[in-house]
């Protein structure tokens, strides 16, 4: 792959554009690769899928006029596969997702300073925390258990590191600052979500049972994530507390207060649902209103979602990735060329 990498670089600019290689295929030991041969004081990972703002670097720089800043990440939102901009069924859940993520992000950064993850999609450091020998060691050695390697998670165990060592983090929630970022646009995206729960649950656990860091330093992110580990059976829960509540007014009908039909409790019920799902997401729909035909199938997917975590609850041992290959490598070269148009001559 280093031949055709190199030619690519080469095409772009090919005295600021180096080719990295390492021996083993392993996202965690690339990384670090790229770290050391940093020598910046901030240094930004981003995927060559990403898409920025000319405004984005200068907004994700300001933060670090915070001495004690680590570690910055930034809002989200999907950018269409198709070149005309129509987005699948499976971007705009997608698009659902990052929505909802955006509005958790910003509330935690200003409510307790904390943040659940800096998404690795676009995140920058300070570099002299992640040329530190302790980090690298860690990093490169992470086990779940104990005994399965962990390769994705990156990102989760930065933003760790950034609370278990006294460093700050924030999320530049604002238009200058968001990232555009596709998204795989058929069912595949189901298998993404999948290793990403995974990673959610492992780290997550880490953070409240294991470092524990977390509950004194952004006690707020701490309750979600709590509120993640009850959050699928609650919602599993409430379709069988529905049933139970109709059989039982059965039961103690009288002549003064006759049972609602079961329709009249059914819809009444999804109405609740769509309801409060699309308030959740006005911040989305103020954008593109037409998407408010995928509401039903985001309640659809909100139950498959709750199904898939209890499944990646008891799977935590599968670290693979599930949807990477060696395909697109061009996107590569289109990264290099949006980076270098951003940052200019400087």
């Not at 989760?156 to 555009?180: D, P």
């Not at 509540?245 to 039909?261: I, M, R, V, W, Y």
Request: aromatic residues 14%; positive net charge; hydrophobic residues 45%.
């Amino acid at each position: 792959m280093r031949g055709p990498l190199e030619e690519l670089a080469n095409e772009v600019d090919p005295e600021r554009i180096r080719v990295l290689t390492v021996p083993k295929a392993n996202k965690r030991l690339q990384m670090t690769a790229g770290v050391n041969a940093t020598n910046t004081e901030i240094l930004v990972f981003a995927d060559d899928d990403a898409i920025w703002k000319p405004t984005m670097l200068d907004y994700i720089l300001a933060c670090f006029e915070d001495l004690k800043m680590g570690g910055v990440g930034t809002s989200q939102t999907v950018h269409a596969v198709d070149p005309n901009g129509h987005q699948t069924l499976w971007e705009i859940l997608a698009g659902f997702r990052l929505t909802s993520r955006n509005i958790e992000i910003a509330a935690s950064t200003h409510i307790d300073g904390g943040i659940c993850c800096l998404s690795g999609r676009t995140a920058a450091y300070r570099t002299l925390i992640l040329k530190d020998p302790a980090f690298q060691h860690c990093f490169t050695n992470d086990l779940w258990l104990g005994k399965y390697p962990l390769n994705s998670g990156d990102d989760k165990f930065l933003t760790r590191w950034m609370c278990s060592h006294g460093w700050n983090t924030y999320a530049q929630v604002c238009t200058e600052a968001e990232l555009y970022s596709t998204f795989k646009n058929n069912w595949r995206f189901v298998k993404q979500v999948l290793r990403w729960t995974r990673n959610t649950w492992r780290s997550d656990f880490r953070s409240l049972f294991t470092e524990r860091y977390i509950w004194r330093r952004h006690p707020y992110v701490a309750f979600t994530m709590l509120d993640k580990i009850f959050n699928p059976l609650t919602l599993l829960a409430g379709p069988i507390l529905v049933g139970v509540f109709t059989s039982l007014q059965e039961k103690n009908a009288g002549p003064s207060n006759p049972p609602l039909p079961g329709w009249n409790v059914a819809v009444s019920y999804i109405v609740w649902l769509l309801v409060t799902r699309f308030l959740k997401l006005i911040p989305h729909f103020l954008r593109r209103p037409l998407d408010i035909w995928v509401i039903p199938c985001w309640l659809i997917f909100n139950y498959y979602f709750a199904i898939m975590k209890i499944y990646a609850l008891f799977t935590l041992h599968v670290t693979a990735w599930g949807t990477r290959t060696f395909e697109n490598v061009r996107n590569l070269l289109l990264f290099i060329n949006r980076f270098i148009s951003i940052i200019g001559g400087g």
